[in-house]
């Protein structure tokens, strides 16, 4: 049997984080009750003009930054007929030959990739191809009872960004990590949420298996009704499977739309090619043609440190390990939460300031079901917290008995935590010195076993100091001192 | 008669338009009329104009992104020929 190649190309509509629709000034919120944010024009009633939300435009211009797309100077938008019950004028308002995006690409990040595969990625540094970003309108949300179907318009009209990718994608796996990575990217601009379980980002894939050594792309089977990321990679490892199955059976594949059942687990076909719709595309005569030199321009300054230059940044400015700093730069909050830590103590490696973060504290919020942006403590208070445990003012599990305690009870001061607890140290090194002389007095024997070469006699003496002070001695100065006298 | 032929039941489907016969045979005719009109603008001399889709030229009219409230959601249904839940009913669709 032959081997096949699979390409896919992924078609992502992501919500815009604007206050208002994309034609008219009706609120975008979610979750109100049905049908309380329409007007004249997203009911589509007779004789209601469309006006451009420029807000939407400048977040999908951003967006093309970030994917590094081109914007044609000047863009317009065109009317998608067709008749659904969840678009009353008929058509969808959206842009056909001139998009607001041309071209750019999606990073594939390693920690994008599904857990069981980060070990082993098959094209790691991997850029998938867009084609293009263009923006338009959602549709109502149809809710399917039982004998009816009823509508709410609240959607209806609010701007959705659509992000198509080329046949550019190799695996369910690739893909997977496109949608990951492409998220991180969407919220790091402040864009969209991009949540696919929120139906914020939604996604259909086309797929097409050739076999080996054909050139010519196969059928595209297109994948609709995929409402997670794990779905989408679940769908695309099934379908692959399918197409291998009828291809080796002889089969002819036609092009076709294909519904993904995620409780089932395997796709149904909804539509073949010859009900593919016939959109009847024409330039909407009520929206004029936007020129967009100016909004680039304004756009540009908001252009974000993206997570793969900040994590460059956090490996070569602060010595972050490759993983820490790509877990590090996967969120904007967490990543702002660590620089203000290494800002507060400059004088704390930021390495060591990284382990508390990704350790200790994401474990805690993990612990608590907190996430970064509502952790209790603030990243000075953490920080300052490393700079003693640093400067051996307390041992390490000294330091993790004050942090819990200090993550309880938000907005104590490290130091009256450690006073508290009986943690200070004695660090006079005049007093310590007495104790070292005392005990090395008392006990020659030892001292000249040290002297000897018998390093491991130190641990001796360092132990009968520390019980002597009641393990308050700071260790470091004390095995200083001791090192200072006996070596 | 036009040189053009056109799949008029096509078209109505399209358009989710139900036609008789002889509502076919009206409109076919009618759009044939288009559809020699757009010959005859075809064999005009354009060269040296620039397309457009729009036939004034005026450009970037847009709004800044603020919310303003619109219909009450009674006043949002009143058209509906049937709701329910506070939603506008229709016959069960699946795609």
């Given at each position: 049997m032959p081997k096949y190649i699979v390409t896919i190309g992924l078609e992502v509509h992501a919500q815009l984080k604007t206050q208002s629709k994309m034609f008219c000034p009706c609120p975008v919120e979610y979750g109100s009750e049905p049908n309380t944010h329409t007007c004249p024009t997203c009911l589509g009633l007779p004789g209601a003009l469309p006006v451009l939300n420029e807000g939407a435009i400048e977040k999908t211009v951003l967006t093309g930054l970030m994917l590094g797309c081109t914007t044609?100077?000047?863009?317009?938008?065109?009317?998608?007929?067709?008749?659904?019950?969840?678009?009353?004028k008929n058509y969808q308002i959206t842009q056909f030959d001139l998009p607001l995006c041309i071209g750019g690409g999606v990073p594939l990040y390693d920690l994008a990739y599904p857990k069981d595969v980060q070990k082993n990625i098959p094209n790691p540094g991997k850029v998938v191809k867009l084609t293009r970003i263009h923006l338009e309108e959602d549709v109502a949300k149809s809710t399917h009872h039982d004998k009816f179907t009823t509508i709410d318009f609240n959607r209806a009209g609010t701007p959705l960004m659509e992000i198509v990718s080329d046949p550019d994608i190799d695996s369910a796996e690739e893909a997977f990590a496109y949608l990951s990575s492409l998220r991180q990217i969407l919220v790091y601009g402040g864009v969209s949420d991009a949540d696919m379980e929120k139906g914020q980002?939604?996604?259909?894939?086309?797929?097409?298996?050739?076999?080996?050594?054909?050139?010519?792309?196969?059928?595209?089977?297109?994948?609709?009704?995929?409402?997670?990321?794990?779905?989408?990679?679940?769908?695309?490892?099934?379908?692959?499977?399918?197409?291998?199955?009828?291809?080796?059976?002889?089969?002819?594949?036609?092009?076709?739309?294909?519904?993904?059942?995620?409780?089932?687990?395997?796709?149904?076909?909804?539509?073949?090619?010859?009900d593919a719709h016939d959109?009847?595309?024409?330039?909407?005569?009520?929206?004029?043609?936007?020129?967009?030199?100016?909004?680039?321009?304004?756009?540009?300054?908001?252009?974000?440190?993206?997570?793969?230059?900040?994590?460059?940044?956090?490996?070569n400015d602060y010595g972050c390990s490759a993983y820490d700093a790509d877990v590090l730069a996967s969120e904007q909050s967490l990543a702002a939460y660590y620089e203000a830590a290494v800002a507060a103590q400059p004088t704390v490696a930021p390495k060591k300031l990284a382990n508390w973060v990704l350790n200790d504290l994401l474990g805690a919020l993990n612990d608590a079901s907190l996430t970064i942006t509502d952790c209790p403590l603030p990243a000075t208070a953490l920080a300052q917290l490393v700079a003693i445990v640093e400067s051996g003012k307390i041992s390490g599990s000294q330091g993790k008995e004050v942090f819990a305690a200090m993550l309880a009870t938000p907005g104590t001061d490290p130091e009256a935590i450690i006073k508290e607890k009986g943690f200070e140290q004695v660090s006079d090194t005049g007093a310590l010195e007495a104790m070292v002389d005392e005990i090395l007095a008392a006990n020659p024997d030892k001292v000249a076993e040290v002297k000897s070469g018998n390093e491991k006699a130190m641990n001796w003496f360092t132990g009968q100091l520390m019980k002597a002070s009641k393990g308050k001695a700071n260790p470091k100065i004390l095995s200083d001192l001791l090192r200072s006298k006996l070596l | 008669m036009s040189a053009h032929s056109i799949d008029i039941h096509r078209v109505a489907k399209l358009a989710r338009?139900?036609?008789?016969?002889?509502?076919?045979?009206?409109?076919?005719?009618?759009?044939?009329?288009?559809?020699?009109?757009?010959?005859?603008?075809?064999?005009?001399?354009?060269?040296?104009?620039?397309?457009?889709?729009?036939?004034?030229?005026?450009?970037?009219?847009?709004?800044?992104?603020?919310?303003?409230?619109?219909?009450?959601q009674q006043q949002a249904l009143s058209n509906a020929p049937k709701s329910v839940l506070d939603q506008f009913q229709i016959p069960k669709v699946i795609e």
């Open positions: 044609p100077p000047l863009v317009k938008w065109d009317r998608k007929n067709y008749f659904y019950p969840d678009m009353p980002m939604r996604c259909d894939v086309n797929i097409s298996l050739r076999p080996e050594g054909q050139t010519e792309l196969g059928s595209k089977i297109e994948l609709k009704n995929l409402n997670s990321i794990a779905a989408v990679r679940r769908a695309i490892h099934f379908e692959t499977a399918r197409q291998t199955e009828a291809l080796d059976r002889g089969e002819v594949l036609l092009q076709s739309t294909r519904r993904w059942d995620d409780d089932r687990g395997e796709t149904t076909l909804m539509r073949s090619k010859e959109y009847r595309y024409f330039p909407d005569p009520d929206l004029l043609p936007l020129h967009t030199a100016d909004i680039l321009a304004r756009v540009s300054p908001s252009l974000p440190e993206l997570p793969h230059q900040k994590r460059a940044r956090f490996t | 338009l139900e036609l008789s016969d002889d509502e076919a045979t009206h409109y076919a005719a009618q759009l044939h009329r288009v559809l020699d009109h757009m010959d005859t603008l075809a064999k005009l001399d354009l060269s040296g104009v620039e397309p457009t889709s729009h036939a004034l030229p005026v450009y970037d009219v847009v709004r800044p992104d603020e919310a303003r409230p619109g219909f009450s």
